[in-house]
């Protein structure tokens, strides 16, 4: 959560600081602020987003090389003025951006009051900064880069920090600890940002932070170090990002440009791993620690929310095809329960951004139990991709619409790939079906092509039901995760509550919602449970539910039961997924803009969830 940017060099600051934090607000948009110093140290910050803090600054001094800013996901501290980063050390020798969660605040902040210490905020950070000073002003000889490590030393949390001192005036000192921060190497420049989207414009050669990693960035050199002072060897990174990929272009929001990369990104995804002849599943990221999967007593899925999901669907491919037992659990309930681990098991950490709180908490518990750990994430050089054994890339590419689309259906190619190459190294599958299945992986770019030329009749369906209070997901078997999906989308970005169910639970509860004024959303694609389902729809429409199907194309059974379709091509039931939740993505688009809603940047939610 939080976007956090920073520059020094010898170009004009404030456009870097603005652009910067326009790239991240997907990352938090309560309340947005710069420091920016010019032999004056000039803060700048309100409550809003990053084009109120453009209004707020007009009128004021914004000339100088070096300078942080900060987009915020509310935690400590409602949004508003005072709360809004960056803060300032009561005495001023300080200014800090922060990403995270200070656990021990508290106690910290009694400590320093007890000092003398005052504070403006009801933030952490502002503990940290003061605490930072504290430690400054504690002997003659101390310099900011040993006041940001002592006070480190002594925060219990999570932090991804930028602090500029006013007596050493061309320094910037960055660290991190559960939070994200890349820096990006220029030419007599450095740039500093939570993930690479606002650097790219500048520099492809990135340096990724490590946990308990201490920068000291000056204009012509740089200095990386442990909290404990220990020098730390850093490696450069090119990026694979364009500016192209940070632009709308011709869509009216980053979701729906999202939902209509789906076809490539997918392709994307597969490509060169699938062989042309479809005849194998090369998985590179895995070949080294495939024997061990091979052993595995059971794989343990781990994600939150739309990596669930995907998570969910992975289950069902995994046990039918490869045999092997899978669970599916939520990271930050995972992580908490002391499951039962060991050398058999075999974790598998989803995250698109690579830097979800819990998700990487489970991973670490799970390994320190002694299980093997695999991650399927989107960001090469986020914290999962280091920290697991071997891993899968979705390349799905840069996802800044906050709720998940192409991160969903990338995730679930890998997924699939996983399932038929490991049911094949285990003889489970015969060889037939297992080309067969590759072949229809492969046909899913040309088929989500021929859905999304559907979008305006799904626009339509959309503006019958935009008025609705809630509606009800169902689906079975491998669409059971797909209903689930579909209804986070809606909750998440109209702001309409809905809920997903497993069809066959619908009787035990969610039918007593059931009325007229109910949209019943129904994945109904013809597969091994299509009878059941049809039963599931009937019983809705004895009780006058209004149902919305997503059928296989030339179902004229179901067209003439339910009161709207979106129609999918006819495809192998271990694919429909990929095609059936996109049609449920944009009918939670076109409600969200048709009841006003902010579609990129919902209320209360934010991009990469780096705190707890």
């Not at 006070?151 to 000192?173: D, H, P, Q």
């Not at 597969?270 to 595995?296: E, T």
């Not at 054994?389 to 800044?400: F, K, L, N, Q, R």
Request: proline content about 4%; charged content about 25%.
């Amino acid at each position: 959560m939080c976007g956090i940017v920073g520059y020094i060099g010898d170009k004009n600051v404030y456009p870097i600081l603005i652009s910067g934090l326009q790239r991240l607000e997907y990352r938090g948009y309560d309340s947005a602020g710069i420091a920016i110093f010019n032999g004056d140290l000039n803060v700048y910050k309100c409550k809003g987003r990053v084009s109120d803090l453009e209004n707020h600054v007009a009128d004021k001094d914004t000339g100088g090389h070096v300078g942080i800013g900060h987009t915020r996901w509310a935690t400590h501290g409602e949004p508003n003025d005072r709360n809004a980063h960056p803060h300032t050390s009561m005495n001023g020798n300080f200014v800090l951006v922060h990403n995270g969660i200070i656990e021990n605040y508290a106690e910290l902040k009694t400590t320093l009051q007890k000092k003398g210490f005052t504070f403006q905020s009801d933030t952490d950070t502002e503990v940290l900064v003061n605490l930072i000073e504290y430690f400054y002003q504690s002997g003659e000889e101390m310099d900011a880069e040993t006041a940001v490590r002592l006070a480190l030393s002594k925060v219990v949390g999570a932090y991804g920090i930028v602090v500029f001192c006013k007596n050493e005036k061309n320094r910037l000192i960055a660290a991190r600890k559960g939070s994200p921060l890349v820096i990006g190497l220029g030419r007599g420049e450095y740039f500093i940002a939570s993930d690479a989207s606002p650097i790219v414009e500048y520099t492809d050669s990135v340096i990724y932070l490590n946990d308990l990693d201490v920068a000291i960035i000056n204009k012509d050199s740089l200095t990386l170090k442990t909290v404990e002072n220990a020098p730390v060897p850093f490696k450069v990174t090119k990026v694979d990002m364009s500016i192209g990929d940070l632009e709308k272009g011709d869509f009216d929001h980053f979701m729906l440009k999202e939902i209509f990369e789906q076809p490539k990104t997918i392709e994307d995804t597969f490509r060169g791993r699938i062989k042309p002849d479809h005849s194998d599943i090369v998985l590179g990221g895995l070949l080294d620690i495939f024997p061990k999967i091979m052993q595995a007593r059971r794989i343990i899925l781990i994600g939150c929310g739309t990596s669930w999901h995907a998570a969910l669907v992975g289950e069902y491919m995994i046990e039918e095809y490869a045999r092997v037992p899978v669970e599916v659990e939520y990271a930050s309930e995972f992580r908490y329960r002391n499951p039962i681990l060991d050398k058999n098991d075999v974790v598998i950490a989803i995250s698109q951004s690579g830097e979800t709180a819990d998700t990487l908490a489970a991973l670490r518990m799970a390994k320190e139990k002694g299980a093997t750990i695999l991650g399927i994430c989107n960001v090469v050089g986020s914290s999962i991709a280091r920290e697991t054994d071997a891993g899968v890339y979705t390349h799905a590419g840069v996802e800044i619409g906050v709720a998940s689309t192409k991160a969903f259906t990338a995730q679930v190619t890998v997924l699939t790939l996983f399932a038929l190459k490991l049911a094949k190294e285990k003889g489970q599958i015969a060889p037939e079906l297992y080309g067969s299945l590759i072949h229809e992986l492969a046909e899913v770019p040309d088929k989500l092509k021929s859905i999304l030329v559907m979008h305006p009749h799904i626009k339509e369906v959309a503006a019958k039901y935009k008025d609705a209070i809630n509606a009800l997901y169902l689906g079975r078997g491998y669409l059971f995760p797909v209903a689930l999906e579909g209804a986070l989308k809606l909750k998440e970005i109209s702001y309409m509550h809905a809920e997903g169910y497993a069809a066959g639970e619908m009787k035990h509860g969610p039918i007593a919602l059931v009325d007229d004024n109910l949209p019943v959303v129904v994945v109904a694609a013809k597969d091994s449970y299509y009878e059941k389902i049809v039963s599931n729809i009937q019983e809705v429409k004895a009780r006058r539910g209004n149902i919305i199907a997503v059928v296989t194309e030339g179902d004229d059974t179901l067209k003439a039961m339910v009161n709207d379709v979106f129609e999918i091509p006819k495809s192998h039931p271990f694919v429909t997924p990929l095609l059936a939740v996109v049609p449920l993505q944009l009918f939670s688009y076109y409600i969200a803009v048709m009841r006003g809603c902010d579609v990129d940047q919902p209320r209360n939610l934010a991009k990469s969830v780096t705190v707890e």
